[in-house]
């Protein structure tokens, strides 16, 4: 069997990573296209993990729209399926670069795995154009590796055959385990060092994380107002890795650039964030990755979205909606800084380490 493994930004990367890694240990066929949705972000976790792709498509442009990302995408993975001629593609979540691939696959009469099939929101809008984008890859698929028994019954409501159904907890977690087994073994870089240099251990750190487009303009702006007013406490510091896109720089920089408890940084690199991760009293975020990640961690993550896609770590407690009202999130915050409550008896329910494995034991 040849396997393709098709992606594009630093959140695949990040959760295929250890389904390569699964594929070299089982010495099976595949090869890796990256479209390079996201450049730098991508190529520091391809670096950490020791994956080199044999497909770089390099198609990141400034400021191009989902349209002509799309277009792109479209038309050059199409000439990888045609030369490489492969038995499957595997796209894993809900990015343009996973749908666009999976059309691509399906237009040639490849089938298509799915990773980290049948999340939803119901709503078109929320998480945009991500919720589209998934539905739309579950109907041309034909293996849907589905993270959790909830998400497993999202695809039977769908009417997606049981039997092309197989539930493996998140490949996340698989790579979460990796990273943070080697930061414990003494794993250090420049950038972990440079952070280790300025947090205050006699302070309480709040990790936060935004790039939703639903969020853009004035939910940004209310989480921003949040977070000045939470940094007026004499006992919190605020590390604040700020997404490349425009739209969020210059509203954060604006707004947050001169206070003297919150570091605007930039992006860090994979090991850089688990490490924050480990440290971090709190974590604010409109991430589905940390959603994901942040159990096994045992974090609270405010969630800066009214929906989330992961209701199973809201279930388990670990994962709070406040959508980007600051009230809501300024309350949450004071709450969890002064009330901390560490899930110690509570288990990730993304996962336990092994999606990978269950993955690539189906497909031989």
């Not at 945009?128 to 028994?149: C, D, K, M, V």
Request: hydrophobic residues 40%.
């Amino acid at each position: 069997m040849k396997i393709l493994l098709c992606f594009g930004t630093r959140p695949e990367a990040i959760k295929m990573a250890p389904v390569i890694l699964e594929l070299k240990k089982q010495n099976l066929g595949f090869k890796v296209c990256v479209t390079a949705q996201h450049r730098e972000m991508l190529d520091q976790v391809l670096n950490f993990f020791g994956i080199e792709p044999d497909y770089d498509l390099n198609l990141m442009q400034p400021d191009q729209n989902l349209n002509s990302l799309s277009a792109l995408i479209l038309k050059n993975i199409d000439k990888v399926i045609e030369q490489y001629e492969p038995d499957i593609l595997l796209v894993q979540g809900d990015t343009t670069t996973a749908l666009m691939a999976s059309l691509a696959a399906y237009n040639r009469g490849v089938k298509i795995g799915h990773i980290e099939a049948g999340l939803r929101t119901g709503n078109l809008q929320s998480p945009f154009p991500e919720e589209g984008n998934r539905q739309l890859i579950s109907r041309i698929a034909n293996y849907h590796f589905a993270p959790t028994l909830s998400v497993r019954n999202n695809l039977l409501r769908e009417s997606i055959p049981e039997d092309k159904i197989l539930v493996t907890g998140n490949t996340v977690v698989d790579a979460l385990k990796i990273g943070k087994s080697r930061l414990e073994e003494g794993f250090r870089n420049e950038e972990i060092n440079n952070l280790h240099a300025f947090i205050r251990k006699n302070k309480k750190l709040i990790l936060v994380t935004g790039h939703r487009r639903e969020n853009f303009g004035k939910g940004l702006e209310e989480v921003c107002q949040a977070l000045l007013k939470i940094e007026r406490r004499e006992n919190v510091q605020i590390i604040f890795p700020v997404h490349l896109n425009p739209r969020v720089m210059k509203p954060v920089h604006k707004l947050l650039g001169s206070r003297r408890n919150i570091h605007l940084v930039a992006p860090v690199n994979y090991p850089a964030f688990i490490w924050l991760m480990m440290w971090a009293d709190l974590i604010i975020s409109d991430s589905g990755g940390i959603q994901e990640e942040a159990p096994s961690l045992k974090k609270t993550v405010l969630v800066t979205r009214d929906t989330t896609e992961r209701p199973e770590g809201v279930e388990a407690g670990f994962s709070i909606l406040c959508g980007t009202n600051q009230h809501k999130i300024i309350k949450e915050a004071y709450h969890h800084l002064d009330f901390p409550s560490l899930y110690v008896d509570r288990t990730n329910p993304f996962g336990d380490g092994f999606a990978s494995k269950r993955i690539i034991n189906f497909l031989g």
